[in-house]
């Protein structure tokens, strides 16, 4: 069996919200697979997918697992590239992201139940010891030294998503208020009960997901808007000072910026009942999974 989700590629940084497979997979599948170890739980006979945590459910799914004769869809989100027109006999769905993903495949309404990566709270619990009234956590493509840098000009917590996955979840858990752009930093802060601020820096960040998982937790999409922060070249701008002097304003004006937002937020929180009831429900497909994992009825 095959794990599909967005993996880690040579020279990119690694993603939170991707990488969360690997931290969530082996403990999800842990009595079927006694070891718990990623890789005796999945290897690369594809004619088996496992479809996993992020937006996946597009055409390059399909051209990505041409050999597929089952795929497997447990809490992924619709998103990027043209839609999947029609779901075949090798889908089995147990859930969605959101309502918003169920509506685009066509499913019934009940398996559009939310991100498996609210599965965290069953999962992480270490004592929460809050340093940051606020911390920012970027989209990770935007990551890096100068985001960082302003944050620490505010006294401001930095999150970083290429981090490991237990490091992202410790510094969320020891923030007060998350400013994030990245989703699944969201995701994390509502499983974990921490107040959170959407934020949308350049229109890449993909509307339609972020509305799919807001409406799964019965939450509104509004996002507050930061300029865009370029990052220094590290070969080129730190050698010259007229980049130097031209970052370090960037900077000043990104850090003026994101403390006025920061003043003027309105910091958002599902009601706690209703996620304890989806996290019951996802945990309820996860055993149908693993009892169609245990009797046999996926293929080997």
Known sequence: MKLYYAERKIGKPTNFGDILNEWLWPKFLFDVYHKGNFQDIFNEDDRTVLVGIGTLLNKKLEQRTPNARLRMVFSSGVGYGNSLEKLDKTYKIYC???PL???KLQLSPDKGLVDGGVMIRRYFQPERKVKYKYSYMPHYGFAGPAWENVCESLNFGYIDPCLPVEDVMTKIRETEILLTEAMHGAIAAEAFRVPWVPIKSHHT???FKWEDWC???NLKYEPRTLDRLF???PVQDLMTPIRRVRDWNRQRLAAQELKALANNCRPVLGDENHLESLTVELENRLEQLKSDL?????LS
Do not use: C, D, H, W
Not at 294 to 298: P, R, V
């Open 101 to 103: 993903s169920a509506s």
């Open 215 to 217: 409406a799964s937790v």
């Open 294 to 298: 245990k009797t046999g009825y996926l």
């Open 205 to 207: 960040i993909l509307t």
């Open 231 to 233: 990052q220094p070249n």
């Open 96 to 98: 969605v992201r959101g």
